[in-house]
Nanobody, 115 residues
Framework: QVQLVESGGGLVQPGGSLRLSCAAS????????MEWYRQDPGRERKLVAR???????TYADSVKGRITISRDNAKRTVYLQMNSLKPGDTAVYYC?????????WGKGTLVTVSS
């Protein structure tokens, strides 16, 4: 019933930018936390950024200064603006929302940073 759909992934050259979006649909009473994770082959899925209901943000050290997370509560959408992308940023990016009772994952969107 609850669905998260990511979009905005694709191929970008090093130094380029992408903006990922994740829109939530379905019956959701309250979204407490919205997050972005990423996972590349053979690696553990790791938190990239988090934004709380009060707007407080948290970033992984590897992306701090290059990535900005934001949310539009009316649209129930979380965004990840990525700048100065590096090959190491290549991964499948997943969004996750945390409600008062459940956690939901999107299916992921692939970001490839390569020349």
């Amino acid at each position: 019933q609850v669905q998260l759909v990511e979009s905005g992934g694709g191929l970008v050259q090093p130094g380029g930018s992408l903006r990922l979006s994740c829109a939530a649909s379905g019956r959701i009473s309250s979204i407490i936390v919205m997050e972005w994770y990423r996972q590349d082959p053979g690696r553990e899925r790791k938190l990239v950024a988090r934004i709380g209901s009060d707007g407080t943000t948290t970033y992984a050290d590897s992306v701090k200064g290059r990535i900005t997370i934001s949310r539009d509560n009316a649209k129930r959408t979380v965004y990840l603006q990525m700048n100065s992308l590096k090959p190491g940023d290549t991964a499948v990016y997943y969004c996750r929302i945390v409600t008062d009772g459940f956690k939901y994952w999107g299916k992921g969107t692939l970001v490839t940073v390569s020349s």
